[in-house]
T-cell receptor
């Protein structure tokens, strides 16, 4: 089954404790992206990757890191989480480098709480 | 500034009724407009995608329309079902970026 898998689904942590949210897709998609979703705001892009070893900042990259060493994986790293990073996070992938007509497939989401 | 605005913010209807959700955008250049359905606790799932030249597109009981001149889109849901209860997100793409609306929260009651 074609899917985007995020782990963990739920995470509670404390300020400053490094964490990684994993994302994996089995559709051989070149494009992958991370979003955060907060009440009253639309999804906002954190980072995206056009292909292996190619990553770029989205609209809200501060406090986050990503890597793309393999095509299928795109982990999101919070080196020193802060309470304002409490949010619902989504990973997404798309079949080609351009977004012009390509449907993005989303993971089920990771709900992160930073205390 | 590129923006996507949706209305209403929330909507309650009875099962079997029709409803229409609205999306206005100020995105340039325009590439396409998408409607996504997001169930509570799940990721968004694509319903329709329309380019500049397409006025309407259907997916089962969901019909999206696009007026590129007025920069407006609507999503019409026919004969609503309880499973239609979800958030519906309008997303507009320029050449390489997606701009998300904040969504309309639809609740369908029996």
């Amino acid at each position: 089954e074609a899917q985007v898998t995020q782990n963990p689904r739920y995470l509670i942590t404390v300020t400053g404790k490094k964490l990684t949210v994993t994302c994996s897709q089995n559709m051989n998609h070149e494009y992958m992206s991370w979003y955060r979703q907060d009440p009253g705001l639309g999804l906002r892009q954190i980072y995206y990757s056009m292909n292996v070893e190619v990553t770029d900042k989205g609209d809200v990259p501060e406090g986050y890191k990503v890597s793309r060493k393999e095509k299928r994986n795109f982990p999101l790293i919070l080196e020193s989480p802060s309470p304002n990073q409490t949010s619902l996070y989504f990973c997404a992938s798309s079949p080609r480098t351009g977004l012009a007509k390509n449907i993005q497939y989303f993971g089920a989401g990771t709900r992160l709480s930073v205390l | 500034k590129n923006q996507v605005e949706q209305s209403p913010q929330s909507l309650i209807i009875l099962e079997g009724k029709n409803c229409t959700l609205q999306c206005n955008y100020t995105v340039s250049p325009f590439s396409n407009l998408r409607w996504y359905k997001q169930d509570t606790g799940r990721g968004p799932v694509s319903l329709t995608i329309m380019t500049f030249s397409e006025n309407t597109k259907s997916n089962g009981r969901y019909t999206a329309t696009l007026d590129a001149d007025t920069k407006q889109s609507s999503l019409h849901i026919t004969a609503s079902q309880l499973s239609d209860s979800a958030s519906y997100i309008c997303v507009v793409s320029d050449t390489d970026k997606l701009i998300f609306g904040t969504g309309t929260r639809l609740q369908v009651f029996p």
